[in-house]
């Protein structure tokens, strides 16, 4: 998918996006982020900053810091090398840095190869170094950022930007999360410019606009951020069209794939682990306790959280399969 096509499927958020900058004197560097953990928060700043870059030729450069969830390179058909490599030291910004075809001004680092943030990594100096450097090239630096409720690397990053916007999901986001996402970011003193919330579909014979009351339980409106009185601005869109919703399926089959590779790998090891078992008594105490029938936690937690990780994913996949137009 070309920039183009990503800003017609998302057609309401750079004008979103905008009016939030406008109205808080263009802020220089801007988290997007989440109350909750999920996809879909780098494709709506990639859309916002195409929008600036291509409606106001404003100099825009796009950061996916979520590098469990990576999402620009297949959306956008860039190469899958980005903030990981660089954090790893095993690739220069030259090579990763990319400005995507039919759009000047703009430039987006994907996230790169998938991994865990090790902890620290987003607070260090190579971290701050790089965005200092991209910063000074643009006028506006997005961050697409994981869930600063769940993500201890999310909240590092900070006491780095200017202002948040928040992303909340119709039906999924909880209104206690979405309390704590402005609770954290007012200690952090990252002003909260808007919001957008995404998903919403009207009910039949109602008009398209949030309704003016929450479901229990769930995020309807942005009610928990004009509780604290933020200056919210409300797009109620849909993250994917059928072409992306088919490509964010495309995604996640092949993650899924990946992860279930990686489970085969290691039963594989198990497996040979327990043919020694005659052999090596010590060995055999390792088999066991993998398999989960002896407290040695060092062993069993990688097997349990690859499971959970697979078991996310595919729930993800079902969820996108439900949305598909």
């Not at 620009?72 to 090579?95: K, T």
């Not at 003016?212 to 309807?220: C, D, F, L, T, Y």
């Amino acid at each position: 998918m070309n920039p183009e096509s990503l800003l017609e499927a998302l057609p309401r958020v750079a004008d979103v996006v905008r009016k939030a900058l406008d109205g808080a004197g263009n802020p220089a560097r801007i988290l997007f982020t989440a109350a909750e953990p999920g996809p879909g928060v780098a494709l709506l700043a990639a859309a916002a900053a195409i929008g600036l870059a291509k409606s106001q030729r404003t100099p825009t450069c796009v950061v996916e810091a979520d590098l469990g969830r990576p999402e620009l390179s297949a959306w956008l058909d860039l190469p899958e090398r980005g903030l990981s490599e660089l954090l790893e030291r095993r690739a220069e910004l030259g090579a990763c840095i990319q400005q995507p075809a039919g759009c000047p001004g703009l430039r987006v680092l994907p996230a790169g190869r998938t991994r865990d943030a090790l902890e620290g990594e987003f607070g260090s100096k190579p971290m701050q170094a790089l965005l200092d450097e991209l910063a000074a090239g643009s006028r506006h630096l997005f961050l697409a950022a994981p869930s600063v409720v769940t993500s201890e690397e999310a909240r590092r990053l900070l006491p780095r930007v200017d202002g948040a916007i928040l992303v909340l999901r119709a039906g999924i986001t909880r209104k206690g999360d979405a309390a704590r996402a402005v609770e954290l970011l007012r200690l952090a003193r990252v002003p909260v410019l808007g919001s957008i919330l995404r998903d919403w579909r009207p009910e039949p014979g109602e008009r398209r606009r949030p309704p003016a009351v929450p479901r229990p339980g769930s995020v309807e409106a942005p009610a928990a951020l004009e509780a604290a009185g933020s200056a919210s601005v409300v797009a109620p869109v849909r993250v994917t069209s059928r072409a992306g919703s088919d490509r964010q399926i495309e995604i996640l089959e092949r993650r899924i794939a990946k992860l279930n590779r990686r489970l085969a790998e290691a039963e594989e090891g198990l497996r040979q682990l327990g043919a020694l078992r005659a052999a090596d008594p010590g060995i055999a105490s390792v088999y066991r306790g993998i398999q989960g029938l002896s407290s040695q936690e060092e062993y069993a937690t990688f097997k349990r959280e690859l499971m959970h990780k697979i078991f996310l994913a595919n729930l993800e996949l079902k969820q996108a399969r439900a949305r598909r137009p």
